[in-house]
């Protein structure tokens, strides 16, 4: 039986799902510590983002307690905003702070899909357009190509709040195409828990969220630790 572990879990401060459904991606007895990363009702943009990572790292000291095994910054957004050389600085600050193995969800994203196979995706978000694009060139810069989308285009995080989990799962099938190896919803607010399973045996192929892959990984970063 896999090993129960204890996250320190980061995650924005409007954020309502990603502990819930980590939980129910990590072995059974596992526990999140949650730390909520302030910001306003405006989805994040490159020109806030700065102040965004900043409270970010000065929370990020909480996770030094020895009872915390793995650190996973779970915001999707904020990772491929940063693209890939921010994303890895971050990550790398993270672990300076906090002595710990740290996974983004950004890099789980990619690394996910990577391992899989899967190079030709299609890619469902409730991100505006100038978001998106930024989210496709992090993919790209793993190899990966996007071959069909949709979003929610959600204005603001109440907009973002309020969908559900049979719209995400309504919207993958509006998606979804032969051309695609398999598909990626990305944002660690979409509930996605209860569609995974049933859109991947009903289209054949990989089906993979933002929270689920970053379990995963933070799984991954665990066992390295004890193997250290």
């Known amino acids: 039986m896999p090993q129960a572990l204890n996250v320190g879990l980061m995650v924005p401060s409007n954020n309502t799902t990603m502990e819930r459904e980590m939980l ?11 730390v909520k990363i302030p ?20 929370l990020a000291a ?4 020895p009872n915390v095994d793995v650190v996973a910054y779970g915001c999707t957004a904020a990772g491929f905003i940063s693209g890939p050389a921010g994303d890895a600085k971050l990550q790398d600050d993270l672990k300076r702070i906090t002595h710990k193995q ?6 789980s994203m990619v690394e996910a899909l990577n ?12 991100y505006l357009d100038s978001v998106n694009t930024q989210l496709k060139a992090f993919l790209a810069d793993g190899g990966i190509e996007v071959k069909r989308f949709n979003s ?22 509006e998606t979804m195409g032969d051309d695609c ?14 569609i995974l399973g049933d ?4 289209f054949g192929r990989p089906v993979m969220s933002s929270i689920q892959v970053t379990a995963r990984r933070a799984q991954q970063a665990a066992v390295k630790t004890v193997a250290a």
């Not at 009702?41 to 490159?46: D, E, I, Q, R, W």
């Not at 190896?181 to 209860?194: D, R």
Request: glycine residues 8%.
């Open 115 to 126: 391992d899989i196979g899967g190079k030709k995706i299609a890619l469902v978000t409730p």
């Open 181 to 194: 190896e398999a598909m990626f919803i990305g944002c660690s607010q979409l509930p996605t828990a209860e």
């Open 152 to 173: 929610f285009y959600a204005q603001n995080t109440d907009e973002l709040g309020r969908i559900e989990a049979y719209q995400v799962a309504q919207l993958a099938r």
């Open 102 to 107: 740290v996974v983004t969800t950004a890099r």
């Open 62 to 65: 909480v996770f030094e307690n």
């Open 39 to 58: 910001r306003g009702k405006g989805l994040l943009t490159p020109e806030n983002l700065p102040d965004y990572i900043g409270q970010a790292l000065k």
């Open 24 to 34: 129910a991606w990590l072995p059974a007895g596992s526990t999140c510590h949650t």
């Open 199 to 202: 859109l991947a045996r009903e």
